[in-house]
């Protein structure tokens, strides 16, 4: 039973151009959180999706971010024009349920060069 | 805010030793989850405590919550060079389940 995953792994982008961070829960998980991770901090929440459906994104900044997760693939976080102070760690979470235990990905740490 | 916040910050200790970490938060909570996540990778999922359960164990791992005092612990025993890691308390307080994340603990064992 494999994990979350998330690919890629690392992700450089020019700034203004796109970055799409691409989640796929857990088998059998059909709720899934982004959260972004800064230097030295702890996660900070952005959005909570179930299929096809975003459910909470007081986290997520007004302009440029967007969340999907499409009724067949991954759930994707994309990032429009990104500036240097996107440059962070992205991790994805999956649960089977509200108040379950959260397993995480490994991450995409996008750099904005 | 900050809802969950660790301490101590740091921890340095030798192999064998326990290690002891605390989390308060603020809020009423349905869960508190710990994590640990070394240096540059991604958050292993360590224990899920309820609000309605006081103390949980899994191998190594002890943790307790006090709801009366929003606090959470958790206790490493005999602690090995391998659980030099980041260690995060999180909480679940609301009907998403959206989770709110201290700052960690960085914990350092001495082979």
């Known amino acids: 039973n494999a994990g979350v995953m998330q690919n890629p792994r690392h992700l450089v982008r020019r700034r203004g151009q796109e970055a799409r961070l691409r989640c796929s829960p857990m088998?059998?998980?059909?709720?899934v959180y982004w959260y972004r991770q800064l230097p030295e901090e702890g996660l900070k929440f952005m959005v909570y999706l179930q299929k096809e459906n975003i459910i909470d994104e007081s986290g997520m900044p007004k302009e440029r971010f967007s969340a999907e997760f499409p009724k067949e693939g991954p759930s994707i976080l994309r990032i429009q024009q990104v500036v240097r102070g996107d440059s962070a760690a992205y991790f994805c979470?999956?649960?089977?349920?509200?108040?379950?235990?959260?397993?995480f990905g490994q991450g995409t740490r996008l750099t904005v060069v | 805010s900050q809802q969950g916040e660790e301490d101590p910050q740091a921890l340095s200790i030798q192999e064998g030793e326990n290690a002891t970490m605390n989390c308060s938060y603020k809020?009423?909570?349905?869960?508190l989850q710990w994590y640990r996540q070394n240096s540059g990778r991604g958050l292993v999922h360590l224990i899920l405590?309820?609000?309605?359960?006081r103390e949980k164990h899994s191998g190594r791992l002890r943790v307790t919550l006090d709801t009366s005092k929003k606090s959470s612990s958790l206790l490493i025993t005999a602690s090995r060079a391998a659980d030099t890691a980041s260690y995060f308390c999180a909480t679940d307080a609301g009907a998403n389940s959206k989770l709110t994340f201290g700052k960690g603990i960085t914990l350092s064992v001495r082979p």
């Open positions: 809020t009423s909570i349905n869960n």
């Open positions: 979470a999956s649960s089977a349920g509200v108040n379950t235990e959260a397993f």
């Open positions: 088998k059998g998980h059909s709720h």
């Open positions: 405590i309820r609000s309605n359960e």
